[in-house]
């Protein structure tokens, strides 16, 4: 393999994380501190997963909309005098129109209270429920520590906010977005394992009665919550007044939930499975799974070159042509690495001689030489396992770096590398709180065969407890 | 067909598509005064409007990024000492962060400024050209007097910026997004008919060398812009410092494009088809192609109708069943008229008895029985006429409202109910400088043959005049 461009995870995983992200072209960052701009490769990666995600949501029912940017301040802040009296995430229009605005404006730091309102003008009757509605847009909260794709003050999200008529309704769609949209999603085309668990108390989103979380390992053994979805009970429909005639013809409130992902995923993405040599782009999200180069000039080259393209894409593989020749083909390498496209296939003039090319594994490693003919096989096959290999590999990681532990003290000390697996009846909110002054939290509350505790204080729950990002 | 609940066109066209976009389940007026909800229905159409766009954008080689909502207050105004001095489109975050900003942000009208400055940076070398980008997102326009989707303070677009070593090579891109993207994405999806042509020099963009555009005329005889493409020369470049070293060692200026289209097109798709029961949607572009109908229970009738569901999807027609018995009939045929689902399929029990269905469509008009096992032929054949029928509708209105004149009172004349023909030679700056004065603008410059002239001066050039939204 070519020596490395990048800062070794071992040495400095945050300045790794950088590299990363710089060098393989994923983000820049934008000229307002804390904004950033997605390259056309970090893109690619957010239009897959996006389009992946949009299909399962859909499937589950949902469809999506589209709410207004601006907010009317009166939605968002009830007694702020001044603007600085407004919420340190939000950043308010005061002018437009070549005037100061009459009421200043906020810009969505999510579009709940605008979707809230016009659920309740939606919501008539028991026929229009349940409600399912989701969004694709940009959202910003105002980052002081910005870090591209984990906090940054613009972010890309969908959100999901719907309204049933029973408790029971709302219950079963937050589970079921949390298990068949974004875990599924996570584990089948990210290729993460992602514990599945309920959030305490103390972890929960303010308003709601229940919120899920997806919590993946990173490299460093720190956590990343991937996505959430709430339960709300009836405490946002009685905010908003989202209340619904019944068969019976009595006015009842709805049951809600609301549930999220965002371009943070893409963070998770480059943590969980980049290595020193970059980032390792699972093949069933790749943009580009198999890059055919052209590794220098020479009769026919070229022409093979373009015939495996061919062979490629008519076995289904999403396959590119690199045919830049006047580009060092050691730096063309180490970019592919970089980038994390799973398959190369190397096309030169002297393995051609023979009939054959080098196919080049960046997940599970190691060069072959291929015969012409066997090339689509061979490839098709490789991504086959290394989505395997990818999942996998993770777990293993995660396994390795997760200690069962007895006491608060051995939970701090597990946490400073990996996470810790603690009897939640054993910590209780007085652990989680003293925990919490280190910057150790419960990432999340999970039952000993992986599913999610129906409460609390069922007696085997127990509490996964890392740093998180 | 049933008693319409719209205002008729005639009797007011601005009403009767207020009444179009709020009963057809479209949009709704935002809190913020100018801002638009896209509601699922009209959502979903964007959807289908976006995707097809998209696909052809990225077969014409550019590739989607993304970047930054907020642009730093200097990068468009180079001299406001206070923010009312910015322009009255612009929306201006002033505190963020809990606190006044040291440099206001504006709210992007348009991200040419930052892609501009990113284009900069990423084209080094002649290798990097040329360098083609895309972009899909929301933008702020403040605007004082808003109408759903043709003027609203924000509304989604995509923007592209191309850089290229050659004029020639720009100008071949420009056109190529003008005629292989946009109007090959009116013609063949939207089954509109669009007039291409080049604006003249009072029309132009400011800062493009030439701009070409793709002109519709609504039912009330007034013309939309569907679209535009520009080829900046080096103007931007030059501004932007976009340059490159060649292949002979010498650091040279870009060549620009920039070209975008909007949600706008719905207000278009709209005003061009829809008549006085609704709107009629193309069926290539149509969410649901077919909506089959139980008119009312009764043994076996349900079950029929999921039959014909999957008989109209297993021929590769969009169907979905609407089996809301509990909702009068009536009342969701109109609204399936409102919303111009081409064809519906209404499946009752005493049609049933005979063993057919009746097929109603909304576009060539008419009602058929239809026997069971035939349904699919004949939704397939009527969707497939259905494309033809609607573009021919809209092209005999457009040359049924269009005049061909000789002298500046005819067309002034001419443009009270659509469109007037005249030869550029004879109208001239002059002459469109005196009708610009009662609102009637030259549209665009075109040949004869209908293509695009290489210049202004060329004898045989003819000025499409009307009025404009
Ligand atoms: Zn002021
Ligand atoms: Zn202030």
Known sequence: MPKSVLTPQAEDFPRW????????????????????????????????????????????????????????????????????????????VTHAGGKELEE?????????????????????????????????????????????????????????HTAHATEEGARRYAKRIHEDVYAAFMRDLLAMPVVLGRKTARERFAGATNTLALEAMMRDGKALQMGTSHELGQNFARAFDISYLSEHGRQELCWTT?????????????????????????????????????????????????????????????????????????????????????????????DLAEGAVTVVRRIAGGKTSVPLGGVADVVAGSLDDDHEALYAAALAHRDARTTTVATIDEAAEATRTGWALMPWASLGPEGEASLAETGVTVRCLTLPDGSVPQAEDDPDVIAVIGRAY
């Not at 994380?17 to 701009?37: C, I, S």
């Not at 980049?274 to 790749?286: E, H, I, Q």
């Not at 970019?335 to 799973?342: H, Q």
Request: charged fraction near 25%; proline fraction near 7%.
């Open 17 to 92: 994380y950088q590299d990363v992200v710089a060098k393989a072209e994923l983000a820049d960052n934008g000229p307002v501190r804390g904004t950033m701009v997605i390259r056309p490769y970090g893109y690619s990666i957010w239009e897959r997963m996006q389009a992946d995600m949009d299909r399962r949501i859909k499937e589950a029912g949902a469809r999506n909309a589209y709410f207004p940017l601006f907010i009317p301040e009166s939605y968002l802040t009830r007694e702020a005098e001044h603007v600085e009296g407004f919420s340190p995430e939000l950043a308010v």
């Open 104 to 160: 200043p404006v906020i810009v969505r730091p999510t579009s709940e209270t605008v979707i809230g309102e016009f659920m309740a003008k939606w919501t008539q009757s028991y026929r229009d429920l349940p409600l399912l509605l989701n969004q694709w847009a940009n959202v910003v909260r105002w980052e002081l520590r910005p870090r591209i794709f984990l906090r940054t003050s613009e972010f890309l999200w969908q959100e999901g």
């Open 258 to 350: 609301s549930w999220g992902s965002s371009t943070r995923m893409i963070g998770g993405l480059i943590m969980c499975h980049g290595d020193d040599f970059g980032l390792r782009v699972p093949p069933r999200l790749a943009p580009v799974q198999a890059l055919v180069m052209v590794v220098k000039a020479g009769e026919g080259v070229e022409a093979a070159a373009r015939q495996v393209v061919s062979d490629l894409l008519a076995r289904g593989v999403r396959a590119e042509l690199d045919a830049r020749v006047d580009t060092p083909f050691g730096r063309r390498a180490v970019d592919a690495e970089l980038k994390g496209i799973p398959v190369r296939v190397e096309v030169g003039p002297r």
